[in-house]
């Protein structure tokens, strides 16, 4: 079991920005790809950003240009930089990290953190 644990969420005006953290609990994190989500009140969750393993890098088209995704393995940490913040950008962030082992898929979440952007 991984257990992921976000940092960085707060309050930020219209323009502002924030980074995000997730660190994991294993030994094995620079073989995970990983990812952030977010779920705005009475939406869907919504894939964000990627990490792979091999530090190829994916962006939704919505934050694409403003939030840059990094990972620094030897703290077993991803980061989520988010720039320009909007209001829509406003949400609860959350970590995953995913991997295959003999073909199972494992995938673990954090238990989120919470970004609030005012107008």
């Known amino acids: 079991q991984v257990q992921l644990v976000e940092s960085g969420g707060g309050l930020v005006q219209a323009g502002g920005s924030l980074r995000l953290s997730c660190t994991a609990s294993?030994?094995?994190?620079?073989?995970?790809?990983m990812g952030w989500y977010r779920q705005a009140p009475g939406k869907q969750r919504e894939w964000v950003a990627k990490?792979?393993?091999?530090?190829?890098?994916n962006y939704a088209d919505s934050v694409k240009g403003r939030f840059t995704i990094s990972r620094d393995n030897t703290k077993n940490t991803v980061y989520l930089q988010m720039n320009s913040l909007k209001p829509e950008d406003a949400a609860v962030y959350f970590c995953?990290?995913?991997?295959?082992?003999?073909?199972?898929?494992?995938?673990?979440w954090g238990q989120g953190t919470e970004v609030t952007v005012s107008a």
């Open positions: 294993t030994s094995t994190f620079s073989l995970y790809a």
């Open positions: 995953n990290a995913e991997r295959r082992v003999l073909g199972n898929a494992l995938s673990y």
């Open positions: 990490i792979t393993s091999g530090r190829n890098t």
